[in-house]
Nanobody, 127 residues
Framework: QVQLVESGGGLVQAGDSLRLSCVASGRLFPTYAMGWFRQAPGKEREFVAAIRWNSGTTEYADSVKGRFTISRDNVRNTVYLQMDSLKSDDTAVYYC????????????????????WGQGTQVTVSS
């Protein structure tokens, strides 16, 4: 079992920054990638960003490219999401997900391929 604990959410104004953290523990081998997804009220959970655990290569949703940065600390088993120039549309619960394996064909944005999830952290951006 893998446990994921997110933190760092809060209430900020448009244009502000936040950094989310996700600490992973438990059975972390193997881990192919870690990702951030978000869910706004009445909407489906959507992909935000992901990072391959070994190579460090990243993928982003178009809506956050140039504003958000995902990174990881392999020693601390932690993944971060630096969010800059926040907009009201970024308001959502942000979830961290762990994907154990690659199937060689699906994208990191495919949430059905993630094996474990955290409880989420609320981000509210006021305009």
């Amino acid at each position: 079992q893998v446990q994921l604990v997110e933190s760092g959410g809060g209430l900020v104004q448009a244009g502000d920054s936040l950094r989310l953290s996700c600490v992973a523990s438990g059975r972390l081998f193997p881990t192919y990638a870690m990702g951030w997804f978000r869910q706004a009220p009445g909407k489906e959970r959507e992909f935000v960003a992901a990072i391959r655990w070994n190579s460090g290569t990243t993928e982003y949703a178009d809506s956050v490219k140039g504003r958000f940065t995902i990174s990881r600390d392999n020693v601390r088993n932690t993944v971060y999401l630096q969010m800059d120039s926040l907009k009201s549309d970024d308001t959502a619960v942000y979830y961290c997900g762990q994907r154990a394996r690659s199937d060689g064909r699906s994208f990191l944005s495919d949430r059905s391929k993630y094996d474990s999830w955290g409880q989420g952290t609320q981000v509210t951006v006021s305009s």
